[in-house]
């Protein structure tokens, strides 16, 4: 099954459960059900559509842009700093990534979730060394809630089941990061989500730089 037709189902099903509402609450969950699921089939048509041509030099770009580039549409958030660090082992070449947009929306989609729910502080890091690649997005806040945890990444599965709590106001149903992790493992990624010490959300992608990186020697 495609991403668009794992999203498809969900928007037959709201529609069903619209026409056979019984009260005002199951009406409003089918409909943000069916805009969750439109919404993730917007995305997926557009991330999958190929490119019109070929920019060699804007299909390059290093760690420290790609964490630039993932930051920039959350800087404006009050009440909230946001910081990027990239750091490599030592003697060894800086990869020098394809651009993917599916990653830049994945890695987006995490810092956004984590500006929604850090207490003052996002950090987005970067590492690598001569095998792999990793980034982590990690927050202040309160943490993933434990008993969500071990599902994170499955459709439907969230900590934010409304807006309380959420610097943004986003409402969401867990698709943001079912789409973020299903993204990123079709590129080589593992994605892991964790609790941080003493507090806060961790959200960790790594790869095999042989998977992300351009002209991998």
Known sequence: MTGVQTCALPIFVAKEMAREATTPQIREDADLLMAQAQRCREILA?????PDASDQVHERMSLLQLLQEVIEPH????????????TGAPG???PGLARM?????????FVENAVDFAASEVLVTARFDAD???LEVRD??????PEILARLGEPYVT??????GSRTGHIGMGLGFFI?????????????FQNGRPRGAVVTVRWPRSRIELDHA
Not at 75 to 86: H, N, P, Q, T, Y
Not at 101 to 109: G, L, N
């Open 101 to 109: 947009p599916e990653v830049i929306h994945a890695i987006s989609s």
């Open 140 to 145: 202040d806040g309160a943490g993933f809630a």
């Open 46 to 50: 557009r991330l999958t559509e190929a």
């Open 180 to 192: 973020s992790k299903t993204l990123l493992e079709r590129t080589g990624a593992v994605v892991t």
């Open 75 to 86: 800087r404006d958030v009050k009440g909230v700093r946001l910081e990027a660090i990239v």
């Open 92 to 94: 060894v070449r800086k």
């Open 132 to 134: 792999t690649v990793a």
């Open 159 to 164: 900590s934010r089941p409304g807006a309380e």
